[in-house]
């Protein structure tokens, strides 16, 4: 291996770490990232079908069933029957749910007040466009 990735997969671990332990802080409970998108699709597009929600997220319906009893059993999700297709249940995100999202907003809004406090307009910029730029390779890879 080269010493440039080197350097660089030492920088990205140890900024997942702290990324990770900084969440952690905020948001205790063990939430996984596709259960976190669950969450925010619901409060994007308010309630909807397990199945749309599969479809939405590209996640299998056993694994969104899965996510959805993890997000019911902590009380950040409930469940009804669907208007439209009463054999559907209907999945609302709930108040202890939104709660869950609004701190791990304020997390995140907390660390971009740090960054701006040592990084110049500048820096800024550049910084969002090269972490856009890999957040994007990053995610591509995966499928």
Known sequence: ?????????TALSRLQCVLV??????????VS???YDILEVLRLNGPSTPSTLSDKLGITRTSMSKSLRVLKDLGFVTQDQDDIDRREQRTIISESGRD???????GHHDM?????GVLTPGEQ???????NKVSSVLDLSRT
């Open 125 to 131: 910029a550049i910084y969002t466009e090269l972490c």
């Open 33 to 35: 990232w596709g259960q």
């Open 100 to 106: 869950f999202l609004s701190r791990a907003s304020t």
């Open 21 to 30: 332990a900084r969440r952690a802080y905020y948001t205790p409970e063990k």
């Open 1 to 9: 291996m080269s010493e440039a990735i080197d350097t660089l997969e």
């Open 112 to 116: 971009a007040k740090l960054v701006t």
